[in-house]
Nanobody
Framework: QVHLVESGGGLVQAGGSLRLSCSAS????????MGWYRQAPGKQREFVAA???????KVADSVKGRFTISRENAKNTVYLQMSSLKVEDTAIYYC????????????????WGQGTQVTVSS
């Protein structure tokens, strides 16, 4: 069983910054990939960014240059630093974990958090 807990969401003005965190616990292999998806109201869930335990990353074009993903392997924690936020970044942000980063773009990861709300006001 894998348990993912997100934190750091909230309300921010356009142009501002937020940092999301996600901590994983349970039966976690040392080699894995963690990342983020988001789902805006009335839209499908979309991939945002992912990072392997070795530090390789994938980032969606829509957030490239504004969002940075990082992780602390010793803490099984992944971060999403979001800058220059736009109103259209408003969504529920979900943390996910899988054994491979390929899962984040070819299918859906095996493990998910409950999500954290990010609201960007104009």
């Amino acid at each position: 069983q894998v348990h993912l807990v997100e934190s750091g969401g909230g309300l921010v003005q356009a142009g501002g910054s937020l940092r999301l965190s996600c901590s994983a616990s349970g039966r976690i292999f040392s080699i894995n990939a963690m990342g983020w998806y988001r789902q805006a109201p009335g839209k499908q869930r979309e991939f945002v960014a992912a990072i392997t335990s070795g530090g390789s990353t994938k980032v969606a074009d829509s957030v490239k240059g504004r969002f940075t993903i990082s992780r602390e392997n010793a803490k099984n924690t992944v971060y999403l630093q979001m800058s220059s936020l736009k109103v259209e970044d408003t969504a529920i942000y979900y943390c996910a974990l899988d054994s491979t980063i390929v899962a984040f773009t070819s299918r859906e990861p095996d493990h998910w958090g409950q999500g954290t709300q990010v609201t960007v006001s104009s």
